[in-house]
């Protein structure tokens, strides 16, 4: 089972995944489930939202995080599927994680200006540096990724 964030992550990898465990053993069958966020819109529906990066939300560390894939997308994934139980049916789990940024000197985050009108965050691959609407946030979010506390 491979965790992607999104529709293009899966794309870009599931040939390749596939592929690879297809010589290793042909009858392994390789899971795509995307992270996924779900909230309830203003008129009471629920929203789905795919890109879904578990490792940016507050309180998510990586000694926590396998009971909330479990959780979150695992267990639901499998429950489509009811010849397969966890763990015996699942021979590993990757999870890609999006670090863009995590690896970022602190001082290469810089906070755009109340007034800012471009989409961010703005890479600018010139100055090396990232222009985002919360440095703080992002900071703390590239703490967590990163196993440390801040």
């Known amino acids: 089972m491979i965790l992607t964030e999104g529709p293009s992550d899966r794309a870009a990898l599931t040939d390749f995944f ?3 465990y297809s010589m ?3 009858e392994i069958e390789v899971f795509f489930p995307l992270l996924r966020e ?3 819109s203003e008129d009471g529906d629920v929203d789905v939202h ?3 990066d578990i490792t940016s939300r507050n ?3 990586p000694e926590n995080i396998l009971p909330l894939l479990l959780k979150m997308f695992i267990h639901p994934e499998l429950k489509k599927h009811p010849a397969y139980e966890y763990p015996s049916s699942v021979h590993e789990v990757i999870h890609l994680v999006d670090i863009d ?3 970022l000197d602190d001082d290469r985050i810089i906070e755009a200006e109340p007034d800012e009108t471009r989409e961010l965050p703005y890479y600018d691959d010139q100055n090396h540096t990232v222009i985002v609407r919360n440095r703080d946030a992002i ?3 590239n ?3 990163l196993g440390k506390t801040y």
Do not use: I
Request: aromatic share 8%; no cysteine.
């Open 18 to 20: 596939t592929d690879l």
């Open 24 to 26: 290793v053993d042909e």
């Open 38 to 40: 779900e909230s309830l």
């Open 50 to 52: 795919f890109n879904g």
């Open 59 to 61: 309180g998510v560390t």
């Open 101 to 103: 940024g995590v690896y």
């Open 139 to 141: 900071l703390r979010r």
């Open 143 to 145: 703490q967590r990724k």
